[in-house]
């Protein structure tokens, strides 16, 4: 399935693809995330991915490697997160 991420300040939206409702971003897909939704350098609208106003799906932080990588999943998903943080 397919999930929107939205931000409200520049009415923009990125869609990122999530297998079972969650998404765990790598690098590559948080840049263009991110690009997606503000893209303006300096500017501070938004979250963890440039997301801003009201979302419908949940955006966090899990760790496999001990580096933080966002994800992004169906709001009503519950999730265990069970990186192996250093
Ligand atoms: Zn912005």
Redesign the pocket.
């Known amino acids: 399935m397919l999930l929107t991420i939205r931000?409200d300040?520049?009415g923009t939206e990125a869609k990122v693809r999530a297998p079972g409702g969650v998404a765990y971003l790598s690098r590559q897909i948080e840049r263009r995330v991110r690009r997606q939704l503000?893209g303006?350098a300096g500017?501070?609208?938004?979250g963890i991915l440039?997301e801003r106003g009201p979302q419908e799906v949940t955006i966090g932080f899990w760790s496999a490697t001990g580096a933080m990588q966002p994800f992004v999943k169906v709001e009503a998903l519950s999730l265990s997160i069970t990186g192996r943080a250093r």
């Open positions: 931000n300040f520049h503000c303006i500017c501070k609208c938004g440039g």
